[in-house]
């Protein structure tokens, strides 16, 4: 299970091994307890304790990601740019791969690799989420701007020359664009995709509403944010997620 957190300043974040075996450790506790739950008696009140200590775990990882995020958004927060480009989740398919299946009871019916590989997909897709949900708030405390951007094809895209396909992306971590031979790690391509069409998004924001706005009151810039003014703001700090399996 890996969560890593890409920028197109080469800054990655990622559970560290603690954290790492802290969490397979809670997964396979709560793999054993589920299991005992299919076995005991309904309305049992030795079910309904396993009930409760298969939520304690469950809560606890959720805590343990919770820190997690906490301390990514806060570290990329404080870095020294002042715009962030980030994907927009809502138009990323994360459908892509299986959800575990559960029944009811919260028990993870037997199609055992993919429940796994489902698993950390939903801690990975929830983790983005919550970090860039906690980076959007730390951002504006700081008068700092969130840009959300479309991530669709931003794999596939070369950051060199814009040539987009399938091919280009032959494996997990190698990007070999195949009309310019651009090569890269393919997550720190992808960040970079992603800063192009946040500065892209922000130069395309019409000029003249933007002139008027901060000509007539300053005091409420933020919104409409000027050409010269990006230009003379730090290099943005995109961030991308890939899901990899160890
Ligand atoms: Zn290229």
Redesign the pocket.
């Known amino acids: 299970m890996v969560i890593p957190f890409q920028t197109s300043n080469q800054l990655s974040y990622d559970f560290d091994d603690k954290l790492k075996n802290k969490i397979k450790l809670k997964q396979k506790k709560l793999k054993k307890y589920q299991r005992k739950l299919a076995r005991q008696k309904k309305g049992s009140t030795s079910r309904n304790k396993t009930k409760t200590k298969i939520a304690k775990i469950h809560s606890k990882i959720s805590n343990t990601r919770h820190d997690f995020c906490h301390k990514v958004s806060h570290s990329i927060v404080n870095s020294d740019a002042k715009i962030f480009a980030v994907e927009d989740l809502k138009l990323k398919n994360m459908t892509k791969s299986p959800m575990p299946k559960q029944d009811v009871s919260g028990k993870y019916l037997p199609n055992m690799r993919k429940a796994k590989a489902g698993l950390n997909r939903e801690l990975l897709s929830k983790g983005l989420a919550k970090t860039i949900e906690f980076l959007e708030y730390k951002a504006k405390k700081y008068g700092k701007l969130v840009v959300k951007v479309s991530p669709h094809y931003s794999s596939q895209e ?1 950051a ?4 987009t396909h399938a091919d280009n992306r032959k494996t997990q971590d190698n990007f070999l ?1 195949l ?4 090569h890269d790690n393919a997550d720190i391509n992808a960040a970079k995709i992603i800063a192009k069409r946040g500065v892209q998004f922000l130069l395309s924001k019409p000029k003249a509403k933007t002139r008027t706005r901060l000509g007539t009151s300053r005091s409420k810039a933020g919104r409409g944010i000027s050409k010269t003014k990006l230009e003379q703001s730090n290099p943005l700090i995109p961030m991308t997620s890939e899901a990899r399996s160890l």
């Open positions: 070369c060199n020359c814009g040539h664009c009309l310019c031979g651009n």
